[in-house]
Structure formats: C-alpha cells, structure tokens
C-alpha cells in the first residue's frame, strides 16, 4: 500500500486521511489504504475518534470496534492485520464520518497533548508491557461494541481508552497507557451500574406488577 501521509504529528497524519477520505460512500478498505504505512495502532486511533462525540451511523460500533478487537489479537500474538471482507466492504455515508472524524479530532488534539514521549518506559519497553497494551486494546473493543449504544458514554469511555493506549503506544508514553487503563476500568464500572441498575428496575417492576 502506498501512504499519503509524511507529517510527524498524529493530528496532522490523521487530519490529511479525513481530508483524503470520498465524497459518497466510504469503506474501511478505503481507511486501510490510506493509512499507508503509519500502522495498526494509528488506524485504531483513527477508528475511534468518531466516537469521543456523539454519532448515530448504525454499524459503526459493531463493525468498528470488531476491527479494533482483530488489530488487538494481532498485536497480542505478533500476527500480520487480517481482516475480514465483511469488514473492508462495509459501506458508510462518508459525509456523515467525516463531520464526526472532524469534530472528534478537535477532542484528539486535547488528547494528544497531554502525551509526552519516553515517560515510564516500563510500561512501554518489554515484551510483559506489550502483552498487557495488546490485552487491554482487546478489552476496549470488546467494551466498545458492548450493546448500550444509546446510553450517553457507552461508547465514549472506551474509545478514550483505546485512543489513550494507541497514543501510548505510539509515543511509548506510559502516563497516556495507564489512563487507556482506568478508562477500561471506568468503562466496566460503568456498564455494571448500568446493569445492576437495569436488573433492579426490572425486579422493580414485577413486583409491582405482582401486586
């Protein structure tokens, strides 16, 4: 594949691929190839920068984040990105990615800020540290196309995660990694409150209906 980018920035690699994305319909075959050399960990930034504000594009969570789960597997076990034709062929309405890639990358480029490269490199520089990194990028995907789409952060909590780790990642900057963490952990206590909080309301309701 051949890439377009060759600024150092992720905001600007990343705002040249939105700026290069078609005028009508767009594929992840189409993101893939323009991502060009930059890597797995750029694309699962770019995956998820739509989702730091709110989009109702249906699919996008489901076929998104499966992506971002298959990109995780492939970090965690040194494997080339395979994805499935499914996947690459997925149409979406470029007009509407792109208004959400654009507003998205105006919170990355806060985001982005607070990383500094080289901070507690051991959370970044041996092979212990890459296997927790891959496994917590796997743990965020599944997060991401848990089915609470329409509950507020559902889906933002965990692509502040993954954002937070493939910025780690890239910059081997392990303040950045260990936020991609508590928001994994955040993610969790947040479904479980909305789970229990569901069970109750249910368990509620049949009483009073019982009555």
Same mark, same amino acid.
């Given at each position: @594949?051949?890439?377009?980018? +060759?600024?150092?920035?992720?905001?600007?690699? @990343?705002?040249?691929?939105?700026?290069?994305?078609?005028?009508?319909?767009l594929t992840l075959l189409e993101i893939r190839d323009l991502l060009g050399q930059d890597g797995m960990l750029l694309f699962i930034a770019l995956l998820t920068i739509v989702f730091l504000?709110?989009? +109702?594009?249906?699919?996008?969570?489901?076929?998104?984040?499966?992506?971002?789960?298959?990109?995780?597997?492939?970090?965690?076990? !040194?494997?080339?990105?395979?994805?499935?034709?499914?996947?690459?062929?997925?149409?979406?309405?470029?007009?509407?990615?792109?208004?959400?890639?654009?507003?998205?990358?105006?919170?990355?480029?806060?985001?982005?800020?607070?990383?500094?490269?080289?901070?507690? @490199?051991?959370?970044?520089?041996?092979?212990?540290?890459?296997?927790?990194?891959?496994?917590?990028?796997?743990?965020?995907?599944?997060?991401? @196309?848990?089915?609470?789409?329409?509950?507020?952060f559902s889906n933002t909590l965990p692509a502040i995660a993954l954002l937070f780790l493939s910025i780690g990642i890239l910059q081997k900057d392990g303040v950045c990694i260990l936020l991609?963490?508590?928001?994994?952990?955040?993610?969790?206590?947040?479904?479980?409150?909305?789970?229990? !909080?569901?069970?109750?309301?249910?368990?509620?309701?049949?009483?009073?209906?019982?009555?």
């Amino acid at each position: @594949m051949t890439g377009v980018i +060759s600024t150092d920035s992720l905001c600007e690699k @990343m705002q040249k691929i939105v700026n290069n994305l078609p005028d009508d319909r767009l594929t992840l075959l189409e993101i893939r190839d323009l991502l060009g050399q930059d890597g797995m960990l750029l694309f699962i930034a770019l995956l998820t920068i739509v989702f730091l504000i709110p989009v +109702s594009i249906p699919g996008v969570s489901t076929i998104f984040g499966g992506t971002i789960l298959l990109i995780g597997i492939s970090l965690l076990f !040194g494997w080339n990105l395979w994805l499935p034709s499914k996947f690459l062929k997925k149409e979406f309405p470029a007009d509407r990615l792109r208004s959400g890639f654009n507003a998205g990358l105006k919170w990355f480029t806060r985001l982005e800020k607070i990383s500094k490269p080289h901070r507690l @490199m051991w959370l970044t520089d041996n092979r212990v540290a890459s296997i927790t990194n891959a496994s917590s990028i796997v743990l965020g995907s599944v997060l991401l @196309m848990m089915p609470f789409g329409l509950i507020p952060f559902s889906n933002t909590l965990p692509a502040i995660a993954l954002l937070f780790l493939s910025i780690g990642i890239l910059q081997k900057d392990g303040v950045c990694i260990l936020l991609g963490y508590l928001f994994n952990i955040g993610t969790i206590v947040y479904f479980a409150i909305l789970i229990s !909080g569901g069970g109750y309301a249910i368990y509620e309701l049949f009483k009073f209906l019982q009555q």
